[in-house]
């Protein structure tokens, strides 16, 4: 028997495919108000598919213009968008890829569930479906996807969970389908049976009382009854339980916690079911992992977003046998959280260093060297995590990557001043988080929490010049930076950044002088131990000197 | 690598008084390695500009970003998309890099956010030196690898002048350097004797063609057979 890889030619119904990498279709924010192309969106996937992707799968396009998500998403809802969604189609196909359309629909961003929707609407959804892939095909598509899966009309229609309807479109997994099935077949009634038609649903939904492989298994077999052609095989991205970035939704893009290819199984096991090609996705981008998937025949086909961003030229690369050119995704998912406005299309958020070697001057162990090839290095493996190195990172390119959505100000400390009853003086004190500093209680106790929220950290000099003013910007007047006293900690792992809490705190007032904001001030103490037991009267301290001088500026010794 | 200091925060909030909706631009090379115009001093930057329209009680949209390098026009066009959102840019790179930024996106006026300084190198961490002119026509060969062009606050070349005092140059007492510079030609002799070429000295330099520098009108470089077009 043939080897199969990566870059066999496959045919699914009448779409010959040179390779066996589809482009997943991601959400791009590109679209125009009204949902319409735009050049951004051309560039977008024309360059993916020039780098020899052989399926470019065009993202979720919505085939209502009420019953849409939220951003900028394309629409197929009339006949005006053809001409558009025409030139995307050429363009991917002059770029020498097949193109397809992925179309969807959803109740979710207008906070719908199923069963409050009329029968009515269902109707006209399933028509809407129906004339959604017949525009596609006439704007030249070589395929359309329907999406059943995720957060949207036809999987919550699906989920054991959501849809609750009594009628002939709930029920047992054959009644909760058979709005699919009528899509199906209304579409294959319209355009025949050699157009080619991929569904893609969610195997395991990753939610409490969710669809899991039971009936998923069943859903697979009825879609390939009704006439599927492939099957487009993820999971989870389901907001029930955890909401945005919570399991289900993280099991859909899964993260650098996880393991390459995370949801292969899934395929895998659904394939066994079925006699269709199954694809699958979810993090293979390592070339050697992704080959092994399809060689193995876990899946017939494999589908990528996030190392295309961060590469675009991915394919090309692999099949030149050049893996070791391609820009590594890390998996942050930036690319789909960190939009810096709601604006911004997708991208990769992955910036690439500079090499101004400060991580490699500054690391307390001498880590970072450069190899052999003239490539800076870390040393990894004795890698102590103190996180000097991040933090000093001009380019913000060194970063820990265990949580990588994380924000601090925004996530820890924004909550806690929010939390402050006081609106006229509002403090913060960031202290260490060990030993004598833990005294939170005499905070409470001794009435300071009206005012003063207490952060804890794992060194305050680890606390950026631009943290403390963002910190700042939150309406807060002054920043208290407690920190221990070198020589009774000489074993602490944060040590080295000990010392920088005061350069920090230098550059902060720097700023804020030359910014005459003269109001606000950000302060540093070096406490002993027994010091840190007081921590509560220096705030009070603190906070008096904050009251009597608002318009001073910090100048207040406090040793 | 080109050097820079961000302009004092007061010049920059009176360049931008009239404008609410700023993107500050970061340049990644240069001024990224010399942490004085990167992402990360963008974001100060914006956060400053953020507090003290707080403070005057007036609204502003500021964000920022950076471009691999702004004096190349395909590096621009990663942030075309959302440049139509704001009314000035704020660019944070050196001369050339606001004004391509200015030549290629015409349409947007850029603003400088930082004062060039020149040509250097890092000393150590933290702290940088100047250390070319660019005149044009170098003269390391005969200096022992010490530029006076740039390293003598006359760019003399036959040897020192009577302000070298303790090996200082006597310019520093009124510029901002606390340490004082070193006197370029105390460097080069030091330097010469420990090589044993003290008679590249002996040779009196002829005046420095100046034509060559920066006097002679801006210069240009071509390479013809590199040319596309």
């Known amino acids: ?559 | 690598m080109i050097t820079g200091n961000r302009k004092p925060l007061t010049q920059i909030f009176e360049m931008i008084k009239f404008y609410e909706r700023i993107l500050i631009v970061g340049c990644g090379t240069c001024v990224t390695v010399c942490m004085s115009g990167g992402l990360k001093e963008a974001e100060e930057t914006a956060a400053a500009i953020r507090l003290q329209r707080q403070q005057e009680g007036r609204p502003v949209r500021v964000a920022a970003r950076v471009v691999e390098r702004q004096c190349e026009p395909e590096f621009l066009e990663s942030l075309d998309a959302e440049l139509e959102n704001y009314e000035v840019v704020l660019s944070l790179a050196c001369g050339i890099g606001v004004q391509c930024y200015n030549l290629w996106r015409p349409n947007k006026l850029t603003l400088p956010g930082l004062d060039t300084v020149g040509a250097g190198y890092p000393v150590k961490q933290g702290l940088w030196y100047e250390a070319c002119l660019s005149c044009g026509d170098c003269m390391l060969a005969h200096t022992g690898g010490i530029c006076p062009i740039a390293r003598c606050a006359k760019s003399l070349q036959n040897g020192p002048c009577g302000g070298s005092v303790k090996g200082k140059c006597e310019v520093t007492k009124v510029t901002t350097v606390p340490e004082g510079h070193d006197c370029a030609w105390q460097l080069i002799y030091d330097r010469l004797t420990a090589l044993g070429k003290l008679e590249l000295l002996d040779e009196v330099r002829p005046p420095k063609n100046w034509s060559k520098a920066h006097h002679g009108g801006p210069r240009k470089l071509e390479r013809e057979d590199m040319q596309i077009g």
């Open chain 1, 1 to 559: 028997m043939e080897k199969v890889g990566l870059f066999t030619p496959i045919i699914i119904n009448k779409l010959e495919l040179k390779n066996r990498i589809m482009m997943s279709p991601a959400f791009s924010n590109s679209a125009a108000p009204g949902g319409f192309v735009t050049d951004w969106t051309l560039r977008h996937y024309q360059k993916r598919a020039a780098a020899g992707v052989g399926l470019v799968m065009v993202e979720h396009t919505s085939v209502n213009g009420y019953y849409i998500h939220g951003g900028n998403r394309l629409q197929v809802s009339t006949d005006k968008h053809i001409p558009g969604l025409a030139s995307l189609a050429r363009t991917i196909q002059h770029a020498g890829a097949k193109a397809g359309l992925q179309i969807a629909h959803s109740i979710h961003g207008v906070g719908l569930k199923p069963d409050d929707l009329p029968k009515r609407v269902i109707l006209e959804m399933i028509q809407e479906f129906i004339q959604g892939a017949r525009r596609a095909f006439e704007a030249g598509f070589d395929v359309v996807e329907l999406h059943f899966a995720h957060t949207y009309t036809m999987a919550d229609l699906l989920s054991r969970r959501t849809n609750r309807r009594l009628d002939e479109y709930g029920g047992d997994i054959y009644g909760r389908m058979r709005a699919h099935k009528e899509v199906i077949l209304g579409i294959r009634e319209l355009l025949g049976s050699d157009v080619p038609l991929f569904a893609c649903f969610s195997a395991d939904e990753f939610i409490i009382g969710g669809n899991t492989l039971k009936q998923t298994r069943i859903v697979a077999q009825e879609l390939e009854k009704c006439g599927i052609d492939c099957l487009d095989v993820t999971a989870g991205v389901r907001f029930d339980d955890g909401g945005l970035k919570g399991y289900s939704d993280l099991r859909g893009k899964p993260t650098v916690e996880y393991p390459d290819g995370p949801n292969v199984y899934l395929a895998e096991d659904i394939k066994k079911y079925v006699s269709v090609p199954v694809i699958t996705r979810g993090k293979l981008g390592n070339p050697d992992f992704a080959a092994s998937v399809v060689e193995q025949g876990r899946a017939d086909m494999i589908a990528m977003i996030r190392p295309m961003l961060a590469d675009d030229k991915w394919v090309k690369k692999v099949k030149a046998g050049r893996p070791e050119l391609i820009k590594t995704c890390v998996a942050c998912n930036n690319c789909l959280y960190k939009r810096r406005h709601p604006d911004d299309p997708i991208k990769c958020m992955e910036r690439e260093c500079a090499k101004c070697l400060t991580c490699l001057r500054s690391c307390p162990y001498h880590l970072p060297f450069i190899n052999d090839q003239g490539i800076l290095e870390f040393g990894n493996d004795w890698c102590d995590e103190c996180g000097m190195c991040s933090g000093l990172c001009p380019a913000q390119v060194v970063r820990f990557q265990t949580n990588p959505q994380y924000d601090w100000v925004l996530d820890q400390v924004a909550p806690a001043v929010r939390k402050l009853k006081s609106k006229e003086l509002r403090a913060v004190i960031i202290n260490c988080a060990s030993g004598p500093f833990r005294c939170d209680d005499k905070f409470m106790a001794e009435g300071l929490a009206h005012n003063v929220a207490l952060i804890r950290v794992p060194c305050p000099g680890k606390i950026e010049t631009v943290q403390m003013l963002r910190i700042l910007e939150l309406g807060v007047d002054g920043i208290l930076m407690a920190r221990c006293t070198i020589a009774e900690n000489p074993e602490c792992k944060y040590r080295h950044h000990q010392p920088w809490a005061s350069r920090r705190v230098r550059r902060a007032n720097e700023i804020l002088n030359e910014a005459q904001l003269n109001h606000k001030s950000v302060i540093e103490i070096e406490l002993t131990g027994l010091q840190a037991l007081d921590l509560s009267g220096l705030t009070r301290e603190f906070v008096h000197r904050l009251q009597v001088n608002k318009g001073e500026g910090g100048t207040y010794d406090y040793r």
